[in-house]
């Protein structure tokens, strides 16, 4: 009965908004899984980097260059460059005030300060930031901008617009050069090494605060490109809640993948972003969420560590 | 290990130094046509006999009497919190009413002093918010709330105390239910939603209409409900529905189901934030029909979130800067003439309405006490306001004309 209803035109269109979808929340659940994977901690600030990510871009865009006289591509790549900057900046400035301190403390408190955190960034953001108001990222901004709405045909009636297309390059660019570091830098090494086993890599030699640091600096500037690239392409008006649910969403994305198993965040990221397109496309879509955290316990129950996360990757 | 602490402090303070410091550069130069919502009809009111039967129970409460020199009146906000900017407009709308009519003497005399509590724009704050207006600060009626889940609980309080209040923009149907305390100066939902039916079908002749709601929000999922059946009753039909929850970015995936059923009209009834987006996406997936939604678009971005897919659309409002009334006019110059710009949504309007009411009331009242003054605000008739003529009807509702507004090009030095 459910299977009658279905359009199988459509599938092949929904699975490629799925597949978008998905890269953006890639993108952000890098973050929480590295960050995660060096300090076992789940950094609840993390969805709002990505929204500071979002409002740096505006201001870059709107206010501080002028949009009309530049050539659109320097200001995207300012954007998305400066984006990540601030982001990284702000990123290792959590870690520096909120977290390094609190390093031998219980992980409750670190936890909570973890929440704490991000609280101070949604309410405190309303006194810098512009909320009335809401502002967004005009049309023009865009490159694909006017043409925004033509889309490149990729095979048949099959259609993706160009601002996705780029959002989507620009994602797995991003992904491919944190392979690179993390897999074949000595950096990226010891980044690993930490991950492994904190106190022995510190014994190793291993300065585990700038790993730490570095850690924080690249999670952070990921969410930075995200927030840049969602709200360029997307128009959304941004206020300093803008995060919270790309964050929690990217959250399970994470948890789905085997959080700390870097990995396992995008394959996280890419099926909650097609799982989510093809509910949309069954017509459920006032379950979609309740589906991402359906999917979430399920295959929980059958591998509790997530579906790369390797067992027994959590010390007591 | 110091100097580092330092230099990553003094790198946060700077960044947001940056931000703060920047001002918005000035709109295009006058003369220059730019996009705009203008005035594009009006829908006289009429009972689309949805929403039930109104239920008003009396208030057995004894209410606040005049103590002092001062005519205290409470009002409640969001200040703070996701709606700050709706907060804010109603507080300052509400305060310029209160100022002018103190300028001009007052009521016999005595002035009139407001006393606005924050309430986060959450329900739990709201109640203790009016609790502590109606206890402590003993206010003889309340003003406010914008967001209807707030107002609910808050009207509750005031409906137990014997003290009137008058909604500025909660336009949830059944709050009239509430009791005889209870009054707005907006529309329900279900005129409202019956309003933009007629308006679809007659006006723009839509016949298959498609429909996107915020499941998340009561308040969309609501107008949606009373959209759904009055434009049924008027022999339309609901071709595709399909839903997404605020926050959501990305909305192909609907706007690719709902294009699969050829619709001939899109109706939104959700908030402006999702449907800046919306409106980009629905041409990129090649879903080109008018556009439509309720009062949950205000929001001067939305012709900057929305870019070229929301030119054309329609959206029913309470009010508009553009509109050519007298009332509308002074109110514009005074607002900025006070606060420094012109108002950026319709809730600085509904909440010098609200004052407004609430002084006409004052003016007749037999005597300075919440249950003098309630009569005299369900008795409120004709009264020329910013928002319209308000007539307060049995059921506590204001009676006035629906306002639709067009996404157009509009030229300024037009005036």
């Known amino acids: 009965m459910i299977f009658a209803e279905l359009n199988w035109g459509l599938l092949d269109q929904q699975l490629i908004n799925g597949i978008q979808l998905g890269a953006i929340y890639a993108l952000i659940a890098l973050g929480y899984t590295m960050v995660y994977g060096v300090l076992k901690l789940?950094?609840?600030?993390?969805?709002?980097?990505?929204?500071?990510?979002?409002?740096?871009?505006?201001?870059?865009?709107?206010?501080?260059?002028?949009?009309?006289?530049?050539?659109?591509?320097?200001?995207?790549?300012?954007?998305?460059?400066?984006?990540?900057?601030?982001?990284?900046?702000?990123?290792?400035?959590?870690?520096?005030?909120?977290?390094?301190?609190?390093?031998?403390?219980?992980?409750?408190?670190?936890?909570?300060?973890?929440?704490?955190?991000?609280?101070?960034?949604?309410?405190?953001?309303?006194?810098?930031?512009?909320?009335?108001?809401?502002?967004?990222?005009?049309?023009?901004?865009?490159?694909?901008?006017?043409?925004?709405?033509?889309?490149?045909?990729?095979?048949?009636?099959?259609?993706?617009?160009?601002?996705?297309?780029?959002?989507?390059?620009?994602?797995?660019?991003?992904?491919?050069?944190?392979?690179?570091?993390?897999?074949?830098?000595?950096?990226?090494?010891?980044?690993?090494?930490?991950?492994?086993?904190?106190?022995?890599?510190?014994?190793?030699?291993?300065?585990?605060?700038?790993?730490?640091?570095?850690?924080f600096v690249i999670g952070s500037a990921l969410a930075g490109a995200g927030g840049m690239m969602n709200a360029t392409a997307l128009g959304t008006p941004l206020d300093t809640f803008y995060g919270l649910l790309p964050g929690v969403k990217a959250f399970v994305a994470a948890v789905l993948g085997g959080i700390g198993n870097i990995p396992g965040a995008v394959a996280g990221g890419f099926l909650m972003g097609i799982a989510e397109a093809l509910v949309i496309w069954m017509g459920y879509s006032n379950f979609k969420d309740a589906v991402a955290f359906v999917i979430l316990i399920a295959v929980l129950l059958v591998r509790p560590s997530g579906l790369l996360g390797s067992v027994g990757q959590e010390k007591a | 290990m110091k100097q580092k602490l330092l230099l990553a402090c003094i790198s946060a303070a700077l960044v947001a130094g940056l931000v703060a410091g920047c001002k918005p550069k000035d709109g295009p130069a006058t003369g220059e046509p730019v996009p705009a919502w203008v005035p594009f009809s009006e829908v006289?009111?009429?009972?689309?006999?949805?929403?039930?039967?109104?239920?008003?129970?009396?208030?057995?409460?004894?209410?606040?009497?005049?103590?002092?020199?001062?005519?205290k009146i409470g009002m409640i906000a969001s200040l703070s919190g996701a709606e700050k900017p709706w907060g804010d407009e109603s507080k300052k709308g509400a305060q310029l009413a209160i100022d002018q009519a103190n300028e001009a003497g007052g009521i016999n005399g005595k002035q009139i002093e407001l006393i606005v509590e924050d309430t986060g724009g959450l329900p739990a704050t709201g109640k203790t918010a009016t609790e502590r207006l109606v206890s402590s600060k003993k206010v003889l009626a309340v003003l406010g709330e914008v967001a209807s889940g707030v107002t609910g609980p808050s009207a509750e309080v005031c409906q137990s105390a014997g003290v009137p209040i008058i909604s500025v923009g909660s336009t949830r149907t059944a709050l009239s239910n509430t009791g005889n305390m209870f009054f707005r100066v907006c529309y329900t939902d279900a005129f409202q939603g019956a309003m933009l039916a007629k308006f679809a079908y007659?006006?723009?002749?839509?016949?298959?209409?498609?429909?996107?709601?915020?499941?998340?929000?009561?308040?969309?999922?609501?107008?949606?409900?009373?959209?759904?059946?009055?434009?049924?009753?008027?022999?339309?039909?609901?071709?595709?529905?399909?839903?997404?929850?605020?926050?959501?970015?990305?909305?192909?995936?609907?706007?690719?189901?709902?294009?699969?059923?050829?619709?001939?009209?899109?109706?939104?009834?959700?908030?402006?934030?999702?449907?800046?987006?919306?409106?980009?996406?629905?041409?990129?997936?090649?879903?080109?029909?008018?556009?439509?939604?309720?009062?949950?678009?205000?929001?001067?971005?939305?012709?900057?979130?929305?870019?070229?897919?929301?030119?054309?659309?329609?959206?029913?409002?309470?009010?508009?800067?553009?509109?050519?009334?007298?009332?509308?006019?002074?109110?514009?110059?005074?607002?900025?003439?006070?606060?420094?710009?012109?108002?950026?949504?319709?809730?600085?309007?509904?909440?010098?309405?609200?004052?407004?009411?609430?002084?006409?009331?004052?003016?007749?009242?037999?005597?300075?006490?919440?249950?003098?003054?309630?009569?005299?605000?369900?008795?409120?008739?004709?009264?020329?306001?910013?928002?319209?003529?308000?007539?307060?009807?049995?059921?506590?509702?204001?009676?006035?004309?629906?306002?639709?507004?067009?996404?157009?090009?509009?030229?300024?030095?037009?005036?």
């Open chain 1, 42 to 215: 789940i950094n609840f600030a993390h969805g709002e980097v990505y929204m500071v990510g979002a409002y740096i871009a505006y201001y870059t865009a709107e206010q501080w260059l002028d949009k009309n006289s530049m050539s659109p591509w320097l200001l995207l790549a300012v954007m998305l460059l400066g984006a990540m900057a601030v982001c990284a900046i702000l990123g290792v400035t959590i870690e520096r005030l909120a977290y390094r301190p609190l390093r031998g403390a219980p992980r409750i408190s670190i936890l909570i300060t973890a929440i704490g955190v991000s609280l101070l960034l949604q309410q405190g953001g309303l006194l810098i930031f512009r909320t009335s108001p809401q502002p967004s990222i005009s049309e023009q901004v865009n490159p694909f901008g006017a043409s925004n709405f033509k889309n490149l045909p990729i095979l048949g009636d099959l259609t993706i617009s160009w601002g996705q297309a780029a959002m989507f390059g620009v994602s797995i660019v991003l992904m491919l050069l944190l392979w690179w570091f993390v897999s074949g830098t000595k950096t990226g090494r010891g980044i690993r090494a930490v991950s492994h086993d904190f106190s022995t890599a510190s014994l190793m030699g291993i300065d585990v605060n700038r790993m730490v640091a570095i850690t």
């Open chain 2, 44 to 71: 006289e009111w009429f009972d689309a006999g949805l929403g039930g039967e109104v239920v008003r129970p009396v208030s057995t409460g004894a209410g606040n009497t005049m103590e002092g020199d001062t005519i």
């Open chain 2, 202 to 415: 007659d006006d723009l002749g839509i016949k298959n209409v498609a429909i996107l709601t915020d499941k998340q929000l009561p308040y969309s999922v609501g107008l949606s409900d009373d959209f759904r059946a009055f434009f049924t009753k008027l022999g339309g039909t609901v071709v595709a529905e399909d839903f997404y929850e605020k926050g959501t970015t990305d909305f192909k995936g609907q706007l690719t189901n709902l294009k699969a059923k050829n619709p001939d009209g899109l109706f939104c009834s959700g908030y402006f934030t999702e449907i800046g987006p919306i409106a980009r996406q629905r041409a990129a997936v090649g879903l080109d029909v008018p556009m439509f939604g309720g009062d949950g678009w205000d929001s001067s971005e939305l012709l900057n979130s929305g870019g070229e897919g929301i030119m054309g659309s329609y959206y029913s409002n309470h009010y508009s800067n553009l509109q050519d009334r007298e009332q509308v006019k002074n109110f514009v110059s005074t607002f900025k003439a006070k606060y420094g710009s012109e108002p950026a949504n319709a809730m600085g309007a509904l909440g010098y309405d609200a004052a407004l009411v609430l002084i006409d009331a004052l003016k007749r009242a037999a005597a300075m006490d919440s249950a003098s003054i309630r009569d005299a605000i369900a008795t409120t008739s004709g009264l020329e306001a910013v928002s319209g003529t308000i007539t307060i009807g049995p059921d506590g509702n204001a009676q006035k004309a629906g306002l639709i507004l067009k996404a157009e090009m509009y030229d300024p030095s037009k005036e």
